[in-house]
């Protein structure tokens, strides 16, 4: 555990070492990977790791109580943020966190923020509010700690969530700002979890990094966790326990509507519904699974997941 403390602190100390951090904005991919070791499947070419698109459209059925309180039993205790401005409260979004750290205005810090940019051939024209929007792709989630700015503070309007949206096919998640609410809510498909909106531009605020770990709140981010954000608010979940967390949380979704309806049915009591099954509730349980037509995960993946389940 401590050497993963130190991993962690060493990357994001590495974002402010002028001889490192003049050399580039984002981590190599290969830093990437270190600070994700233990993800040990597929990664995009910048290190980030690639949950499964599957995966993340399953997570959309899965609850927030539900994935925070699987993260807690695994020791993630700092993964969750709510109190949010949603535009539509009624979607659900999940998909890779893409981070980006903006901090107050210094001249000479921005001055070497944009000289890295030119070097590595990042846009010019604009602000460098565009270029952690320039490297989505779909799937991505922007997410971006502006440490709670408002007034002045809107890292996007109309014309940078159209062009969010065209990249990932999805929004944002801002500790932070966005101007011009009317004109994104016209963009189709596109959504956004911010701390406020205000009509001001963006002032007195600059870019510092993409892709280093970040906080949100209450929580840490890394760039390629799973996110899952609906209207009861955020969980950012670690890449590697995404498939272990979405089954989890499913299997225990059946078990709650099995007893839900044995309880309407008043086949059990309450008691013996919320306490440990007895051997006879369990057989009626896996009789009903095992007619189950609508299950959210295989029958093999099922079947694999049950021989390790201590009831």
Request: aromatic content about 10%.
């Amino acid at each position: 555990m401590m050497k993963k403390i130190l991993l962690v602190c060493l990357v994001c100390l590495s974002a402010f070492n002028l001889e490192s951090f003049s050399q580039q904005i984002s981590p190599s991919p290969e830093q990437i990977i270190a600070l994700t070791a233990e993800w040990k499947g597929e990664r995009f070419p910048d290190g980030r790791p690639k949950v499964s698109d599957e995966h993340l459209e399953r997570l959309k059925a899965i609850s927030v109580e539900e994935a925070w309180g699987i993260l807690r039993n695994k020791g993630y205790n700092n993964q969750f943020e709510n109190d949010w401005v949603i535009l539509d409260d009624n979607e659900v979004m999940t998909g890779r966190a893409v981070t980006a750290q903006y901090m107050p205005f210094r001249e000479d810090v921005d001055n070497l923020v944009k000289k890295i940019g030119k070097e590595e051939g990042r846009a010019q024209s604009g602000g460098t509010n565009s270029w952690p929007i320039d490297g989505l792709v779909e799937g991505d989630v922007y997410i971006a700690d502006s440490y709670g700015k408002i007034a002045n503070g809107t890292l996007i309007g109309d014309n940078l969530g159209t062009a969010i949206y065209s990249n990932s096919k999805r929004g944002v998640i801002f500790n932070g700002s966005v101007r011009d609410m009317d004109g994104l809510s016209k963009i189709e498909g596109f959504n956004l979890w911010i701390k406020g909106h205000d009509p001001s531009y963006i002032q007195d605020m600059m870019l510092t990094t993409i892709n280093y770990p970040i906080r949100i709140g209450r929580a840490t981010v890394l760039p390629g966790d799973a996110v899952l954000a609906n209207k009861w608010g955020v969980v950012f979940i670690p890449a590697h326990l995404v498939p272990e967390l979405v089954i989890n949380a499913e299997f225990t979704a059946l078990r709650d509507q099995f007893g839900h309806m044995r309880l309407k049915e008043k086949k059990y009591t309450a008691g013996e519904i919320d306490s440990r099954w007895s051997e006879a509730i369990k057989a009626d349980f896996m009789d009903w699974l095992n007619k189950k037509k609508d299950l959210p995960m295989s029958k093999a993946e099922l079947d694999a997941y049950l021989e390790d389940r201590n009831w």
